[in-house]
Protein backbone atom coordinates (compact mmCIF):
# COMPACT_ATOMS: atom_id res chain seq x y z
CA UNK A 1 0.00 0.00 0.00
CA UNK A 2 1.11 3.35 -0.93
CA UNK A 3 1.74 6.22 1.67
CA UNK A 4 1.14 9.80 2.10
CA UNK A 5 3.08 11.82 4.87
CA UNK A 6 1.61 14.88 6.07
CA UNK A 7 4.33 17.01 7.73
CA UNK A 8 2.43 20.50 8.67
CA UNK A 9 2.43 22.44 12.04
CA UNK A 10 -0.86 22.75 11.84
CA UNK A 11 -2.42 20.09 13.33
CA UNK A 12 -5.94 20.99 12.74
CA UNK A 13 -5.32 21.05 8.95
CA UNK A 14 -2.75 17.97 8.19
CA UNK A 15 -5.59 15.77 10.73
CA UNK A 16 -8.33 17.02 8.77
CA UNK A 17 -6.40 16.54 5.19
CA UNK A 18 -5.98 13.07 6.91
CA UNK A 19 -9.59 12.33 7.16
CA UNK A 20 -10.30 13.45 3.63
CA UNK A 21 -7.67 11.17 1.83
CA UNK A 22 -8.56 8.27 4.26
CA UNK A 23 -12.63 9.04 3.63
CA UNK A 24 -11.79 9.39 -0.60
CA UNK A 25 -8.78 7.23 -1.40
CA UNK A 26 -8.72 4.62 1.11
CA UNK A 27 -6.36 2.67 0.00
CA UNK A 28 -3.52 4.91 1.18
CA UNK A 29 -1.49 4.56 4.28
CA UNK A 30 -1.50 8.34 5.99
CA UNK A 31 0.52 9.17 8.36
CA UNK A 32 1.13 13.13 9.98
CA UNK A 33 3.73 14.85 11.90
CA UNK A 34 4.24 18.14 13.18
CA UNK A 35 7.93 18.25 12.76
CA UNK A 36 10.05 18.35 10.36
CA UNK A 37 12.51 15.65 11.23
CA UNK A 38 14.82 13.40 8.57
CA UNK A 39 13.99 10.43 10.51
CA UNK A 40 10.23 10.95 9.31
CA UNK A 41 11.35 10.11 6.06
CA UNK A 42 12.84 6.94 6.48
CA UNK A 43 11.30 4.08 4.25
CA UNK A 44 9.32 6.37 1.69
CA UNK A 45 9.82 4.59 -2.04
CA UNK A 46 8.67 6.51 -5.32
CA UNK A 47 5.48 5.46 -5.31
CA UNK A 48 4.55 7.28 -1.70
CA UNK A 49 3.59 11.29 -1.34
CA UNK A 50 5.06 14.01 1.18
CA UNK A 51 2.84 16.75 1.57
CA UNK A 52 5.15 19.57 3.45
CA UNK A 53 4.93 22.72 5.10
CA UNK A 54 7.20 25.21 3.33
CA UNK A 55 5.29 28.56 4.51
CA UNK A 56 8.33 29.20 7.09
CA UNK A 57 10.75 29.06 4.39
CA UNK A 58 13.03 27.73 6.52
CA UNK A 59 16.25 27.04 4.95
CA UNK A 60 15.69 23.10 6.31
CA UNK A 61 12.61 22.92 4.17
CA UNK A 62 14.97 22.96 0.88
CA UNK A 63 17.15 20.58 2.31
CA UNK A 64 14.54 18.69 2.93
CA UNK A 65 12.55 18.69 -0.19
CA UNK A 66 16.23 18.26 -2.19
CA UNK A 67 16.52 14.91 -0.78
CA UNK A 68 13.10 13.84 -1.90
CA UNK A 69 13.38 14.87 -4.93
CA UNK A 70 16.68 13.31 -5.18
CA UNK A 71 15.23 9.93 -3.91
CA UNK A 72 12.36 10.51 -6.83
CA UNK A 73 9.71 10.83 -4.36
CA UNK A 74 6.88 12.53 -4.99
CA UNK A 75 6.57 16.32 -2.99
CA UNK A 76 3.85 18.68 -2.83
CA UNK A 77 4.75 21.42 -0.66
CA UNK A 78 2.57 24.32 0.70
CA UNK A 79 4.47 27.89 -0.55
CA UNK A 80 4.16 31.29 1.30
CA UNK A 81 2.37 33.42 -1.46
CA UNK A 82 3.90 36.44 0.18
CA UNK A 83 7.30 35.70 -0.04
CA UNK A 84 8.27 35.66 -4.01
CA UNK A 85 12.14 34.36 -3.91
CA UNK A 86 11.04 31.61 -1.92
CA UNK A 87 8.51 30.88 -3.79
CA UNK A 88 10.61 31.28 -6.75
CA UNK A 89 13.42 28.78 -5.86
CA UNK A 90 10.39 26.39 -4.61
CA UNK A 91 8.90 26.35 -8.26
CA UNK A 92 12.74 25.61 -9.72
CA UNK A 93 12.79 22.28 -7.56
CA UNK A 94 9.66 20.91 -9.75
CA UNK A 95 8.11 19.37 -7.31
CA UNK A 96 4.58 17.18 -7.72
CA UNK A 97 2.84 19.72 -6.34
CA UNK A 98 2.49 23.58 -4.99
CA UNK A 99 -0.43 24.63 -2.73
CA UNK A 100 -1.36 27.11 -0.84
CA UNK A 101 -1.95 28.72 2.55
CA UNK A 102 -5.80 29.32 0.60
CA UNK A 103 -5.94 26.07 -0.54
CA UNK A 104 -9.49 25.10 0.44
CA UNK A 105 -11.56 21.70 0.16
CA UNK A 106 -11.98 21.67 -3.19
CA UNK A 107 -8.78 22.67 -4.20
CA UNK A 108 -7.35 20.10 -2.01
CA UNK A 109 -9.65 17.33 -4.03
CA UNK A 110 -9.13 18.83 -7.35
CA UNK A 111 -4.67 18.61 -6.42
CA UNK A 112 -5.26 15.34 -5.29
CA UNK A 113 -7.10 14.26 -9.00
CA UNK A 114 -4.39 16.11 -10.35
CA UNK A 115 -1.26 14.26 -8.35
CA UNK A 116 -2.78 10.93 -7.90
CA UNK A 117 -2.09 10.88 -11.80
CA UNK A 118 1.36 11.52 -11.40
CA UNK A 119 0.71 15.03 -13.03
CA UNK A 120 2.05 18.47 -11.39
CA UNK A 121 -0.53 20.46 -9.22
CA UNK A 122 -0.04 24.04 -8.98
CA UNK A 123 -2.34 26.67 -6.94
CA UNK A 124 -4.00 29.36 -9.18
CA UNK A 125 -2.56 31.55 -6.42
CA UNK A 126 1.14 30.45 -7.34
CA UNK A 127 0.25 31.03 -10.73
CA UNK A 128 2.22 34.62 -11.65
CA UNK A 129 4.88 33.08 -9.68
CA UNK A 130 5.32 30.56 -12.23
CA UNK A 131 4.57 32.40 -15.40
CA UNK A 132 7.79 35.15 -14.23
CA UNK A 133 9.84 31.87 -14.18
CA UNK A 134 9.05 31.43 -18.57
CA UNK A 135 10.57 33.10 -21.28
CA UNK A 136 7.48 33.39 -23.02
CA UNK A 137 5.81 36.72 -22.64
CA UNK A 138 6.59 38.00 -26.43
CA UNK A 139 3.52 37.42 -28.37
CA UNK A 140 0.74 39.82 -28.51
CA UNK A 141 -2.69 39.63 -29.88
CA UNK A 142 -4.60 43.37 -30.14
CA UNK A 143 -8.25 41.68 -29.36
CA UNK A 144 -8.99 37.82 -28.09
CA UNK A 145 -8.72 35.25 -31.11
CA UNK A 146 -12.80 34.55 -30.56
CA UNK A 147 -12.69 31.74 -32.63
CA UNK A 148 -10.94 29.18 -30.22
CA UNK A 149 -13.08 29.61 -27.22
CA UNK A 150 -16.82 30.96 -26.63
CA UNK A 151 -17.71 34.23 -24.61
CA UNK A 152 -18.30 32.36 -21.71
CA UNK A 153 -14.75 30.28 -21.87
CA UNK A 154 -12.78 33.64 -22.00
CA UNK A 155 -14.84 34.72 -19.49
CA UNK A 156 -13.73 31.44 -16.94
CA UNK A 157 -10.38 31.43 -18.13
CA UNK A 158 -10.15 34.90 -17.10
CA UNK A 159 -11.29 34.33 -13.60
CA UNK A 160 -9.14 31.36 -13.30
CA UNK A 161 -6.07 33.67 -14.07
CA UNK A 162 -7.58 36.08 -11.46
CA UNK A 163 -7.02 33.30 -9.06
CA UNK A 164 -10.89 32.20 -8.54
CA UNK A 165 -11.22 28.48 -7.99
CA UNK A 166 -14.57 26.44 -9.32
CA UNK A 167 -17.32 27.15 -6.76
CA UNK A 168 -16.27 31.38 -6.52
CA UNK A 169 -16.47 31.29 -10.73
CA UNK A 170 -20.16 29.49 -10.41
CA UNK A 171 -20.90 32.36 -7.83
CA UNK A 172 -19.44 35.48 -10.27
CA UNK A 173 -20.77 34.04 -13.23
CA UNK A 174 -24.71 32.57 -11.65
CA UNK A 175 -23.91 28.85 -12.87
CA UNK A 176 -23.37 25.52 -11.33
CA UNK A 177 -19.62 24.09 -10.12
CA UNK A 178 -20.48 21.45 -12.95
CA UNK A 179 -21.54 23.88 -15.79
CA UNK A 180 -17.77 25.45 -14.53
CA UNK A 181 -15.91 22.13 -14.82
CA UNK A 182 -17.72 21.43 -18.31
CA UNK A 183 -15.79 24.67 -19.54
CA UNK A 184 -13.23 24.23 -18.33
CA UNK A 185 -12.75 20.53 -19.69
CA UNK A 186 -14.33 22.36 -22.97
CA UNK A 187 -10.90 25.31 -22.42
CA UNK A 188 -7.95 22.66 -21.87
CA UNK A 189 -9.03 21.12 -25.34
CA UNK A 190 -9.41 23.81 -27.29
CA UNK A 191 -6.12 25.21 -25.95
CA UNK A 192 -4.42 21.88 -25.92
CA UNK A 193 -3.40 21.48 -22.71
CA UNK A 194 -3.59 19.10 -20.16
CA UNK A 195 -4.16 21.00 -16.49
CA UNK A 196 -5.60 24.58 -15.69
CA UNK A 197 -2.21 25.59 -14.98
CA UNK A 198 -1.26 25.18 -18.57
CA UNK A 199 -4.31 27.03 -19.93
CA UNK A 200 -3.97 29.81 -17.63
CA UNK A 201 -0.44 30.10 -18.28
CA UNK A 202 -1.32 29.88 -22.25
CA UNK A 203 -3.29 32.53 -22.09
CA UNK A 204 -1.12 35.22 -20.20
CA UNK A 205 1.60 34.42 -22.66
CA UNK A 206 -0.29 35.16 -25.46
CA UNK A 207 -1.94 38.49 -23.56
CA UNK A 208 -5.17 37.00 -23.91
CA UNK A 209 -6.05 37.24 -20.16
CA UNK A 210 -4.40 40.05 -18.05
Not at 63 to 78: D, F, P
Not at 139 to 148: A, E, G, V, Y
Request: aromatic share 8%; with cysteine; net charge neutral.
Amino acid sequence: MASILIIHQNAFLREGIKQFIEKEHPRFNVTTSGVLADHSLDGLTEEDLVMIDGSSAQPEVRVIIERLLKSNIRTAVWLPSENEEFCRIMLEKKCSGYLSADTDYDDLKYAFSVLLKNKTYVHHDLIPFLYKLTELGNITFDQLPSRILTRREWEVLQLLADGHNNKSISVRLFVSESTVKNHLSSIMRKLKVNDRTAAVIKALRNNWVS
